[in-house]
């Protein structure tokens, strides 16, 4: 991919074009949710990540660490807005997998615990593309969703500047939306199902063979 990034500083995008693998690209997404890199990728220049998210960066920099690259995020809550509207989110991540096993441990994981899973799968020859979820309302209005396909315009956009094997890796991949399915505080539960991935729990759910995981390998790995 060789767009240029004239919106990030020239060090920030020396750093993104220089990543080669998914563990790379891993470990600059984690700098930048930790505020040691200002710029990422798709997203605001010089603009880390929400306030809402901050008690959120410890899982997500590490789930970004164990070959789980995190592209967005949010916390579960139920609140009244500035423009004094009732808002209600559910706690949701989107990550990019590329690796079978990986791809397979989330999904079980997720499915163990009775969270919504949404795959998109990018690879050649075509995959499973499942419809979003509504994970934001205000005043019971849908907000925002997680999930569904990606346009050619918008993976280039989201992953713009970066070297072009590595491109072609995160744009043929696998985007995997894990969802709450109750909104406000409750949902922040998906944090710690999630969080036996990158070690910082150590007791793995139960994992039974789960139906999204045949874009892969029709079998449990």
């Not at 998210?53 to 949010?74: D, F, K, M, N």
């Not at 990986?102 to 593309?129: E, K, M, Q, S, T």
């Not at 019971?140 to 969703?145: H, Q, V």
């Not at 043929?172 to 406000?184: K, L, Q, R």
Request: glycine share 10%; net charge negative.
């Amino acid at each position: 991919m060789d767009l240029k990034a004239p919106w990030m500083s020239r060090c920030d995008r020396r750093r993104w074009r220089s990543a080669r693998t998914i563990s790379d690209l891993g470990e600059l997404m984690a700098l930048w949710l930790e505020g040691q890199i200002a710029s990422r990728p798709g997203y605001q220049p010089r603009y880390g990540p929400e306030d809402e998210t901050t008690h959120l960066v410890p899982t997500l920099a590490a789930l970004c660490r164990a070959g789980y690259v995190t592209t967005c995020s949010q916390p579960g809550l139920a609140d009244t807005g500035a423009d004094g509207l009732w808002w209600e989110q559910r706690a949701a991540v989107e990550l990019l997998v590329t690796d079978p096993m990986r791809f397979h441990r989330l999904v079980d994981a997720a499915h163990a615990a009775d969270l919504a899973v949404r795959i998109n799968d990018y690879r050649p020859g075509g995959g499973v593309h499942q419809e979003p979820v509504i994970v934001t309302t205000r005043d019971d209005e849908a907000m925002t969703a997680f999930g569904g396909r990606i346009s050619r315009a918008d993976m280039a956009m989201q992953w713009r500047g970066l070297d072009r094997d590595l491109y072609r890796e995160v744009s043929t991949g696998i985007y995997v939306s894990v969802i709450a399915p109750e909104y406000g505080t409750s949902g922040e539960r998906l944090w710690g199902v999630l969080g036996f991935l990158t070690g910082q729990r150590h007791n793995e759910p139960a994992a039974p063979c789960a139906s999204s995981t045949q874009p892969i390998d029709p079998t449990c790995s």
